[in-house]
């Protein structure tokens, strides 16, 4: 069965700084793999995907993450982190058909100013 | 782009009484559904898988009969917490699979039972 693991619970960088949040999953096959945001109360908002090919993907605000698949890793990243950046993120995996989509628990993140 | 559409996007309802939210796809036709929940400061935790036509798949663990899943077209699919209590406030959310867009999220519906 899929699963997700984010080791980090929450982090706290400074505005400016650069960020990685960690990611790591177990799937049988060819995963699909996911980062979503979300801040307080609201919905997801997908910030990238990977589903093949070139195993690092941009994404949307600045975030891009490099798929490894000899670490089972698909972290993200961020070169240089914004206030706005603060908020809870998942990653998560899903799978080719019907496949249903796992999350991870998530790593809520604080911006320092 | 695909869009899903979660109505309504907050409820507050007396315990005892029954809710339905609503997951409409509304430029492509969703094969499958799943509904999440997500309790505060928590990660989502998927609750049921439809797929247009027929019953749903649940979790271990998530009770059929009081989660009431109906999928009957390929743009609608339903949930109702029936005999709703107050630990089952919390925040709904759907997601839509088609072959083309992959997983589309609804914006979500918090559930507060009082």
């Not at chain 1, 096959?29 to 979503?36: C, D, E, H, I, Q």
């Not at chain 2, 869009?3 to 007396?14: A, L």
């Not at chain 2, 109906?70 to 339903?78: Q, R």
Request: aromatic share 12%; glycine share 8%; net charge positive.
């Amino acid at each position: 069965a899929q699963s997700v693991t984010q080791p980090d619970i929450h982090i706290t960088v400074s505005e400016g700084a650069s960020l990685e949040l960690r990611c790591n999953y177990s799937y049988g096959a060819t995963p699909y793999l996911f980062w979503y945001v979300q801040s307080p109360g609201q919905g997801l908002q997908l910030l990238l995907k990977y589903f093949s090919g070139d195993t690092l993907v941009q994404g949307i605000k600045g975030f891009e993450a490099e798929f490894k698949r000899s670490q089972s890793s698909f972290n993200l990243r961020k070169p240089s982190v914004h206030w706005s950046d603060a908020a809870e993120y998942f990653c998560a995996v899903g799978g080719l058909g019907n496949n249903d989509m796992r999350f991870g628990a998530g790593t809520r993140l604080t911006v320092k100013p | 782009g695909a869009v899903v559409s979660q109505h309504p996007s907050w409820v507050i309802c007396k315990s005892g009484t029954s809710v339905k939210i609503e997951c409409r796809s509304l430029d492509f036709q969703a094969t499958t559904m799943f509904w999440y929940r997500q309790f505060p400061k928590q990660s989502l935790m998927l609750m049921a898988t439809s797929n247009e036509g027929s019953k749903a798949t649940y979790e271990q663990g998530v009770e059929k009969d009081k989660f009431l899943i109906n999928h009957a077209s390929l743009t609608l699919s339903t949930l109702t917490v029936t005999s709703a209590h107050p630990e089952d406030s919390s925040f709904y959310i759907c997601s839509a699979r088609s072959g083309n867009y992959g997983y589309t999220f609804g914006s979500g519906t918090r559930l507060t039972v009082v």
